[in-house]
């Protein structure tokens, strides 16, 4: 009972340490996927119907869950954690590699580059799509001839969400595989807080991820969304703008500081006011609770036309359930990481406003988005894809604009070097402005819009975000 106690709570974290966490045709197999990801070759395409590789669960590193032996934390290449990587080499640990100053390979060779995040387990449900994105990446672009003429070799490594763990998969990532960058970790707090320092010292450029709280005042993480006080403010202007009602009130669970903070921004720091919304009502919730019915109540008798619910996607699906029974049935207005993509076809919530931290994952035409709806198309795991799949896509685009600047010399410093030079960055649409100097990640008071109604999504504003 401990250890599923446990294991829940880490579920809230993944789902809400993101803060401001199908497609059809023709796919290829999960075979060609891994050889198109790790060593540059296109793969023929073939049919995948339902159940065949593909499916979520099938995320290579995303099968076993924690100290379930080495296939946690698998490479692209079906190679356990922890297996020398594809030059058979073994790196130093003093920062240097065996390929060469900082994991700069020679002409030719792949790039390597991985993730660290809670792939496996009940997490894996609001996190994996992010690694699914980054190999989805990898093997469009070695389709594509790679980056700079060079494949790219995509790892993904599998924390469970275990702080000791995290920190080993990490220094095996960047001292064994000789990784030149990390993208797109999709962390917790607790897993973060792990490897921190090792990649501040190593010098390890972490390109995008989860984007949680714990992302802020590094200058080894580069996040590609802005920081979670500026996501949650956004999504609070979102509701004062789009929203049928401002009288607002919210539901926070009680296990993790995550939620408390979404409740502080918005409540005890006055955030939802300032945004033009009325605060009605609040209160603490469990995950572990089956039903809400009493909030439910609570909530309608304050006048809460608004409500937001912060907890983990299953946690928002069964408070709104719970107050569909009770016949209310407020607007919900939440913060990305807490909806799965199918939510809006569960009981009571077919009318969200969501604030996405990237680019939104339905509704858009643009080149950039036509891009990902392709590959994802092609080589997704067979669902639609939702705000993990977005965050994980733009960490990928974000490291490729920067691998592509540094030419010839792809190593850790060059991949810094040049994403600092970038000011009010995009990446054509996918991301809100993005400035990098020497101390971080410079703020972005922006968002996105999206509006799950009538089990379709749309983005009222296109590409554009919500700004203030």
């Avoid at 599923?4 to 796919?27: M, N």
């Avoid at 016949?327 to 077919?350: E, V, W």
């Avoid at 410093?413 to 996918?430: F, K, V, W």
Wanted: some cysteine; glycine content about 14%; charged content about 20%.
């Amino acid at each position: 009972m401990r250890f599923r106690t446990r294991t829940r709570v880490l579920v809230v974290l993944c789902a809400v340490a993101t803060l401001v966490a199908a497609a059809c045709g023709t796919r290829v197999d999960r075979d060609s996927i891994i050889r198109a990801a790790d060593t540059g070759a296109g793969p023929a395409a073939t049919q995948a119907g339902p159940g065949e590789p593909g499916a979520l669960g099938d995320v290579p590193g995303a099968t076993a869950g924690p100290g379930s032996g080495p296939t946690s934390g698998q490479a692209l290449d079906g190679t356990a954690q922890g297996v020398g990587p594809s030059s058979g080499k073994r790196g130093s640990t003093a920062g240097g590699t065996a390929e060469g100053p900082g994991g700069a390979g020679s002409p030719g060779e792949p790039i390597v580059i991985g993730t660290v995040g809670a792939y496996s387990g009940p997490g894996g449900a609001a996190l994996a799509q992010g690694a699914r994105a980054l190999q989805v990446w990898g093997a469009h672009v070695n389709s594509n001839g790679g980056i700079n003429g060079r494949p790219v070799k995509v790892i993904v490594m599998d924390d469970g969400g275990d702080a000791s763990k995290a920190r080993s998969l990490m220094k095996q990532l960047v001292e064994e595989h000789n990784a030149v960058a990390v993208v797109a970790a999709m962390t917790v707090v607790e897993t973060l807080n792990s490897w921190r320092g090792y990649v501040e010292d190593k010098q390890v450029p972490i390109v995008g991820g989860s984007c949680g709280p714990e992302w802020t005042k590094s200058p080894m993480l580069f996040r590609q969304c802005p920081a979670s006080p500026q996501q949650i403010f956004g999504t609070a202007v979102i509701g004062a703008k789009y929203a049928k009602s401002d009288k607002f009130g919210g539901l926070f669970c009680s296990e993790t500081q995550s939620c408390t903070f979404v409740e502080k921004e918005l409540f005890d720091k006055g955030g939802a006011k300032r945004a033009g919304l009325d605060p009605q009502y609040r209160a603490r919730i469990s995950v572990f609770q089956a039903d809400y019915t009493a909030e439910c109540i609570q909530a309608r008798n304050a006048g809460v036309e608004l409500l937001m619910v912060v907890g983990d996607p299953g946690t928002v699906e069964r408070v709104a359930s719970s107050c569909q029974r009770q016949n209310y049935t407020p607007q919900y207005l939440q913060i990305s990481s807490t909806m799965r993509a199918d939510a809006i076809t569960k009981p009571g919530l077919s009318d969200v406003l969501l604030g996405m931290s990237t680019f939104p994952f339905a509704g858009l035409s643009t080149p950039a988005f036509r891009e990902f709806s392709g590959a994802w198309e092609r080589y997704g795991d067979g669902s639609a894809p939702g705000p993990a799949a977005a965050q994980g896509w733009a960490s990928a685009k974000l490291f490729e604009q920067a691998a592509k600047a540094a030419g010839g010399q792809i190593s850790r410093a060059s991949i810094i070097s040049e994403l600092r030079t970038l000011r009010n960055e995009r990446l054509g649409g996918l991301t809100t402005p993005m400035t990098f100097t020497p101390e971080g990640p410079a703020d972005s008071n922006c968002v996105f819009v999206m509006h799950g109604k009538g089990g379709q999504w749309t983005a009222p504003r296109g590409d554009t975000p919500e700004c203030w």
